[in-house]
């Protein structure tokens, strides 16, 4: 089964148009002698390597009445493998400076590696352990557990987590998508190293492993770490089923007590795939309505104008069985209900009528210039490699993202405008919102 | 601490993340403490291998400095000024951050949000931070953009123009600020009363957000007036990091900011200075929100500008051994081998004009009461003061932070930010690039020494932050 490294150079790819020759960067497609597929991009200038990987199985294979598994279960990674306890391998990562890291969200659990190049062979061989064979000590279990459930409990009288929480339950009820990647104070006690273990078992494999790599490496030793890290996990997963989703509730708003001086709000509706062929305009236009800048609509309005908010941002969100557009803002409880008409008021302007040409043409020069500004570190280029992995969008995909931005016509936007914000939203609120209460419909 | 992460970092749309829009504070809450102490440990760069950094000053006063990074094409450029929080007059706490605030609200050659518009167009970032002793702009850009940014933001050093109109809904956009960080926070409230306890006469005990009733009252006369007193080229620092080369940059820098006019002298940075501590403070916070008590205890210790050679580079290195991570004598001892702890930590923030603080706390499994998490805290803290540390864990700290170093110059925007902190809380360059060689200097002696000498209770003040369950809280929540 041992074959030499395939290496194959799959396209060189400039960061933007026109950028010079000096700062291109080019992904090389590569495959490791036990058959593992990455991307690399090799960078010289700073001698340490980013790795990042992604499985999917996220918090979305936990049992309902065991959710937090997957997530206790990342906390637990680095906390001892195979013959070394927590202490040792702890003390394994820092002497090397060793960052080490998992994150779990509802469809994939996320890894991260940097290290010095000199450490390289140490990081690898770590990360080996802890994806084969993470121990699940009882002591580290049963401390890791009890900063999880410290942290629930926090998050009991958060008003942020309270609005958020209420607003994924009531739109995706009965679906792993309502759970709460943490899991509950009810769900966590219950979870059993058993539970663990069969998480890892059934979730680590190679079949369907993003991985991604950035660094002062060339394909060949690429290759070698990648199976010194993955090489020993199965070939195949055993998922479970995620069934597709709608979310639910639009037109509802829930309003939660907490006494808190200022009233936190989540908003959304449905969203739209990423796959879909109307993705890219609803990106533009949910830019334009409530994205980054201090010059969307929703920014305008509401803190500009008005003054009723810090912040309000309106965001995409994608899953592999749902999408939704989701968004939110924080303002003082006596004029929470002016800030959610203001909101509410320019959704509808925006399903009516869409954004002016002029807005659309500097969104869309936002959204290409800004793109490097994704791209200028070994981190982050590594993340949306393995997020274009994951999304399945080609090895050439920063290439062509300039065109797919550029051939969004007014008749686009103004048609994904009404499909992404004329079919309500589900609002909730957490705090004491003069004059504001749960209701079937907020029309 | 640990890891430089990305300070400025691009939110991928899959993060759900609350509304985290304009403005960073440094200073005022537990994790914008952390970051103080990242930026404050790792003040790095050029190691061996690192990037060749020109720093320069023009006719007019304004110091440059430029780090070049040619990976992507991309360019960050901020300015510095050398003036926050502490700096302003008693009965105006907010003032600093407000004025940042208002520098979006246009010049008579710009009107307000013009700049902005122009930022969003060419697909650039762009913000603002306040702290106590410094306040911050910056913009992200493609490079071949930098001159567009260069001229903006030299055209508002003195270019500045309020009116009520926009000035009056921007007060109530910091109040609802103040309301997001601290009145929705029972932990960072806890912080502001520690801070304002620790500090006996130094204008640190002030928040940098400001206190309510004092930000309700700030006025555009105010802000105009505080900013024609601090806001020159002699008074600020331009860094610019990324894909540009020291020659060009100064050219630019020349045409754009060598234009404004030099302000007349700016006095010394001369603040109240702290007493000696004499006695051990500590005080209770009460909050009905609270589902999680905690402890935090600060000590008035020396920043790298007040301290001795070797003192705060020491005190990094406590920080790290005694609170950083899972290695760490707090975590070790109250988490793993006691079990009385859930989080135990410990950080310092070197960077400050005038005396600094080093930072323990932590959060009782429950069962545990704070008092008993205190004692135990003590003990730990009482055997790094009789015994020092082990030869293993000063070289494991070292090798962690020096890495950093390297780490940092992954980041663009990381390295300009520590180049701007510490060019703005008494350090220079050479400070900035020497700091690995100054932490492989530090000894076993030296941070026993540090230990003795600073984490003295006398100089402290303790907070525990507990759940309200008075008659009249319960009736109100």
């Given at each position: 089964m041992s074959r030499l490294v395939a290496s194959i150079l799959c396209a060189a790819i400039a960061l933007i148009a026109g950028a010079n020759a000096a700062s291109a960067m080019t992904i090389e497609k590569i495959v490791s002698p036990a058959g593992i597929e990455a991307w690399l991009v090799r960078e010289k200038a700073v001698p340490l390597i980013t790795l990042n990987y992604a499985f999917p199985g996220g918090s979305s294979q936990d049992e309902p009445d065991k959710s937090g598994t997957a997530n206790l279960a990342a906390d637990l990674l680095d906390e001892g493998a195979g013959d070394l306890d927590a202490r040792v391998f702890h003390e394994r990562l820092e002497n090397h400076a060793i960052e080490m890291g998992f994150q779990v969200g509802r469809d994939y659990i996320h890894g991260s590696l940097r290290v010095l190049n000199e450490?390289?062979?140490?990081?690898?061989?770590?990360?080996?352990?802890?994806?084969?064979?993470?121990?699940?000590?009882?002591?580290?279990?049963?401390?890791?557990?009890?900063?999880?459930?410290?942290?629930?409990?926090?998050?009991?009288?958060?008003?942020?987590?309270?609005?958020?929480?209420?607003?994924?339950?009531?739109?995706?009820?009965?679906?792993?998508?309502?759970?709460?990647?943490?899991?509950?104070?009810?769900?966590?006690?219950?979870?059993?190293?058993?539970?663990?273990?069969?998480?890892?078992?059934?979730?680590?494999?190679?079949?369907?492993?993003?991985?991604?790599?950035?660094?002062?490496?060339?394909?060949?030793?690429?290759?070698?770490?990648?199976?010194?890290?993955?090489?020993?996990?199965?070939?195949?997963?055993?998922?479970?089923?995620?069934?597709?989703?709608?979310p639910k509730g639009l037109g509802r708003r829930i309003v939660i007590d907490v006494d808190v001086p200022q009233a936190v709000v989540t908003f959304g509706g449905q969203g739209i795939a990423r796959n879909d062929p109307d993705f890219m305009a609803a990106y533009i236009v949910n830019h334009i309505l409530g994205g980054g800048s201090f010059s969307s609509w929703l920014y305008r309005e509401v803190r500009e104008k008005r003054g009723l908010a810090y912040g309000v941002n309106s965001s995409l969100a994608w899953f592999r069985h749902a999408a939704v557009v989701l968004g939110g803002t924080a303002t003082r409880a006596d004029r929470t209900a002016d800030a959610l008409a203001v909101i509410e008021q320019e959704i509808k302007r925006m399903a009516a009528e869409g954004p002016t040409p002029e807005e659309l043409e500097a969104a869309k020069s936002f959204l290409k210039g800004s793109y490097a500004l994704s791209l200028d570190t070994s981190g982050k280029i590594a993340v949306q490699l393995t997020q274009i992995q994951i999304d399945n969008l080609g090895i050439d995909y920063i290439q062509r993202r300039g065109a797919l931005i550029d051939s969004v016509t007014m008749d686009d936007a103004k048609r994904v405008a009404r499909r992404l914000y004329g079919g309500g939203m589900l609002v909730t609120v957490a705090g004491r919102p003069k004059g504001l209460t749960s209701s079937e419909s907020t029309e | 601490m640990r890891s430089a992460g990305d300070v400025i970092q691009l939110v991928l749309p899959h993060e759900r993340n609350i509304p985290k829009v304009n403005i960073v504070l440094a200073k005022i809450n537990f994790a914008t403490i952390a970051l103080a102490a990242a930026l404050a440990a790792s003040p790095l760069a050029a190691q061996q291998a690192g990037p060749e950094i020109a720093n320069f000053t023009l006719a007019n006063g304004l110091e440059l400095v430029v780090i070049p990074d040619?990976?992507?094409?991309?360019?960050?450029?901020?300015?510095?000024?050398?003036?926050?929080?502490?700096?302003?007059?008693?009965?105006?706490?907010?003032?600093?951050?407000?004025?940042?605030?208002?520098?979006?609200?246009?010049?008579?050659?710009?009107?307000?949000?013009?700049?902005?518009?122009?930022?969003?167009?060419?697909?650039?970032?762009?913000?603002?931070?306040?702290?106590?002793?410094?306040?911050?702009?910056?913009?992200?850009?493609?490079?071949?953009?930098?001159?567009?940014?260069?001229?903006?933001?030299?055209?508002?050093v003195t270019g500045l123009q309020l009116t009520d109109d926009v000035v009056l809904p921007e007060r109530n956009v910091i109040l609802e600020e103040q309301n997001q960080r601290i009145g929705n926070n029972p932990r960072a409230r806890l912080g502001e009363q520690i801070d304002a306890a620790l500090y006996l006469n130094s204008p640190y005990g002030k928040p940098v957000i400001g206190w309510r009733?004092?930000?309700?009252?700030?006025?555009?006369?105010?802000?105009?007036?505080?900013?024609?007193?601090?806001?020159?080229?002699?008074?600020?620092?331009?860094?610019?990091?990324?894909?540009?080369?020291?020659?060009?940059?100064?050219?630019?820098?020349?045409?754009?900011?060598?234009?404004?006019?030099?302000?007349?002298?700016?006095?010394?940075?001369?603040?109240?200075?702290?007493?000696?501590?004499?006695?051990?403070?500590?005080?209770?916070?009460?909050?009905?929100?609270?589902?999680?008590?905690?402890?935090?205890?600060?000590?008035?210790?020396?920043?790298?500008?007040?301290?001795?050679?070797?003192?705060?580079?020491?005190?990094?290195?406590?920080?790290?051994?005694?609170?950083?991570?899972?290695?760490?004598?707090?975590?070790?001892?109250?988490?793993?081998?006691?079990?009385?702890?859930?989080?135990?930590?410990?950080?310092?923030?070197?960077?400050?004009?005038d005396m600094s603080k080093f930072t323990v706390g932590g959060s009782p499994r429950p069962g545990v009461t704070l008092p008993q998490l205190e004692s135990e805290i003590d003990t730990v803290i009482g055997q790094i003061i009789d015994k020092g540390v082990t030869s293993e864990e000063l070289e494991r700290t070292k090798t962690r932070l020096i890495a950093d170093a390297v780490y940092a110059q992954d980041n663009q925007a990381s390295m300009a930010r520590w180049y701007g902190t510490a060019l703005t809380t008494g350090g220079s360059v050479n400070d900035v690039r020497r700091w690995p060689d100054r932490i492989r200097a530090v000894t076993a002696d030296q941070v026993r020494d540090a230990a003795r000498q600073w984490l003295d209770k006398r100089r402290s003040v303790t907070g525990y932050l507990i759940k309200d369950v008075s008659p009249q809280a319960e009736k109100r929540s």
């Open positions: 450490y390289r062979d140490e990081a690898f061989g770590l990360l080996r352990l802890s994806l084969s064979s993470p121990r699940f000590d009882a002591d580290a279990i049963e401390r890791v557990r009890g900063q999880v459930l410290a942290s629930l409990q926090r998050d009991t009288t958060n008003p942020n987590d309270l609005a958020g929480r209420r607003w994924w339950q009531t739109a995706f009820p009965g679906h792993p998508y309502g759970r709460e990647t943490k899991g509950t104070l009810e769900t966590v006690p219950r979870i059993t190293a058993g539970d663990l273990r069969g998480y890892v078992r059934r979730v680590f494999a190679r079949n369907e492993l993003k991985v991604s790599i950035v660094g002062d490496v060339d394909a060949q030793t690429a290759g070698a770490l990648i199976d010194r890290a993955f090489g020993a996990l199965p070939q195949k997963n055993d998922l479970k089923p995620v069934a597709d989703a709608t | 040619h990976r992507a094409p991309v360019v960050t450029h901020m300015i510095w000024y050398k003036v926050g929080a502490a700096d302003e007059t008693p009965g105006k706490s907010g003032l600093a951050h407000f004025l940042e605030h208002l520098m979006f609200k246009g010049t008579a050659k710009n009107p307000a949000g013009k700049f902005s518009q122009v930022v969003a167009r060419i697909g650039g970032q762009e913000n603002a931070f306040t702290a106590q002793d410094y306040t911050g702009y910056y913009q992200r850009v493609p490079s071949e953009h930098l001159k567009t940014v260069m001229e903006f933001e030299a055209d508002r009733h004092e930000m309700e009252q700030l006025s555009r006369d105010d802000a105009i007036g505080f900013y024609r007193r601090f806001y020159a080229p002699n008074n600020a620092v331009v860094v610019i990091a990324g894909d540009v080369d020291p020659a060009q940059a100064r050219a630019l820098a020349e045409e754009t900011y060598g234009k404004i006019p030099q302000h007349g002298a700016m006095a010394p940075r001369a603040r109240p200075q702290e007493p000696p501590p004499v006695a051990p403070r500590s005080l209770t916070l009460a909050d009905a929100r609270v589902e999680m008590p905690a402890l935090q205890r600060e000590y008035l210790a020396p920043s790298f500008a007040t301290g001795k050679r070797g003192e705060s580079e020491a005190l990094e290195v406590l920080a790290h051994i005694l609170g950083n991570g899972s290695n760490s004598r707090l975590y070790r001892a109250l988490a793993v081998d006691k079990q009385v702890a859930v989080t135990a930590d410990a950080w310092y923030d070197s960077s400050a004009l």
